[in-house]
T-cell receptor, first 116, second 117 residues
């Protein structure tokens, strides 16, 4: 089966500019996640969707970050305006619904953002 | 609060030898799930192995096994017969709020493994 697709792989922007990342999950996976991975740290969940509804966005900096999954498939994560501390890899993942058993998250290759 | 600790920032191992990557966790929930992921330089997180808190036996997947010691709250990853392709970052993770809707994973800071020929 095709994996989780993400684009762009790399993006360099100036601070205060905006950027958008796109994710296409594994076909049939109702749950989609955006994680932020800062250099030297483990990934941190930003937002989780189930179909097109938000399940958890408690760690999303809502003053500058937004995400949507309008048709319950693809998702876009936007940062506006970007700050230096937003430099990170943004990982998209998908899974079947539910938080029990070996319900594994499958990750994409990530989008690496550098803010200058 | 739930927490994952990986105390080894980096490890070296000779090709064909076994290596153990340490992971300790903290939770007050009786039900939880533990995962190990591999992240090569390409960036993708690759699932390796899963252990449920009520599983009676340690999980194994090919050359990967999980040394689960519930009383010590440790879930160490053992890689047998290391290969050059095993060189990567390894993350231990725990599912938060097991059984709920969120399926949120909390990750440790990772261990960078270098396999030497």
């Amino acid at each position: 089966e095709a994996g989780v697709a993400q684009s762009p792989r790399y993006k360099i922007i100036e601070k205060r500019q905006s950027v958008a990342f796109w994710c296409n999950p594994i076909s049939g996976h109702a749950t989609l996640y955006w994680y932020q991975q800062i250099l030297g740290q483990g990934p941190k969940l930003l937002i989780q969707f189930q179909n097109n509804g938000v399940v958890d966005d408690s760690q999303l900096p809502k003053d500058r970050f937004s995400a949507e999954r309008l048709k319950g498939v693809d998702s876009t994560l936007k940062i506006q305006p970007a700050k230096l501390e937003d430099s990170a890899v943004y990982l998209c993942a998908s899974s079947w619904p539910g938080g029990a058993g070996a319900n594994v998250l499958t990750f994409g290759a990530g989008s690496r953002l550098t803010v200058l | 609060a739930q927490k994952i600790t990986q105390t080894q920032p980096g490890m070296f191992v000779q090709e064909k030898e076994a290596v153990t990557l340490d992971c300790t966790y903290d939770t007050s929930d009786p039900s939880y799930g533990l995962f190990w992921y591999k992240q090569p330089s390409s960036g993708e997180m690759i699932f390796l192995i899963y252990q449920g808190s009520y599983d009676q036996q340690n999980a194994t997947e090919g050359r990967y096994s999980l040394n689960f010691q519930k009383a010590r709250k440790s879930a160490n990853l053992v890689i047998s017969a290391s290969q050059l392709g095993d060189s990567a970052m390894y993350f231990c993770a725990m599912r938060e709020n097991y059984g709920g809707a969120t399926n949120k994973l909390i990750f440790g800071t990772g261990t960078l493994l270098a396999v030497q020929p």
